[in-house]
């Protein structure tokens, strides 16, 4: 038995109301550009649009003129989904409030996640989004999970609650010494001073 290896989100589909809602929001409240734009294919009645979150992958929404938006429709059963989260940068993120206030969005403030920074809001289909901003760049040659796992590690190793700040660095500190040879014999940390 061997597994079926993902590479990545291809795209996520969701179903939307109508064309102009999912427009206004996933490009005009987002700011995801509105790429492409065709029928559904399993479905005549209904369009489907897509947009791009920023990183070239995709999220799509099937719409259909007869739905209008029911902000009170998202599930919280099981096997429902929780929420969608969107990296921002912490320039963005630090202008969230602001920006969501000015639309009349009723958000849940900033959250600190220790390893990230969250916003929450719901789309006009009551769908929940997260605004999600690491505090944290990894190293040359790493991903976010590489630091995530690593940092996963150095908290559990000393018995913290969950990631913090101080795991992150460490985490870096570490991979940049697994990752990087240097012409020294000893790479601990000195005083010179």
Not at 32 to 49: A, K, R, S, T, V
Not at 127 to 145: K, Q, W
Not at 151 to 164: C, F, M, P, S, T
Not at 170 to 178: G, K, N, P, S, T
Request: charged letters at 25%; hydrophobic letters at 35%; proline letters at 6%.
């Amino acid at each position: 038995m061997r597994k079926l290896q993902t590479q990545g989100v291809h795209h996520i589909t969701i179903v939307g109301a109508d064309r102009q809602t999912s427009i206004d929001f996933w490009e005009g409240v987002l700011g995801m550009p509105f790429i492409f734009d065709q029928p559904n294919l399993d479905n005549p009645n209904e369009g489907h649009l897509y947009f791009d979150p920023g990183d070239g992958r995709l999220i799509t929404v099937f719409t259909n003129e007869n739905r209008k938006p029911d902000s009170t429709r998202t599930s919280t059963d099981p096997g429902a989904v929780h929420h969608l989260a969107f990296a921002i940068s912490q320039a963005t993120f630090k202008q969230a409030v602001t920006r969501l206030d000015e639309r009349g969005i009723k958000h849940s403030g900033p959250k600190d996640r220790g390893f990230m920074d969250s916003i929450y809001f719901k789309d006009p289909l009551g769908l929940l989004i997260e605004l999600a901003s690491y505090r944290f760049e990894p190293p040359m040659g790493c991903s976010y999970a590489d630091v995530m796992i690593q940092a996963h590690k150095l908290r559990v190793e000393r018995g913290d609650y969950n990631i913090q700040e101080e795991h992150l660095a460490d985490a870096i500190e570490l991979l940049v010494e697994r990752r990087q040879a240097s012409l020294s014999d000893d790479r601990t940390p000195k005083n010179p001073y």
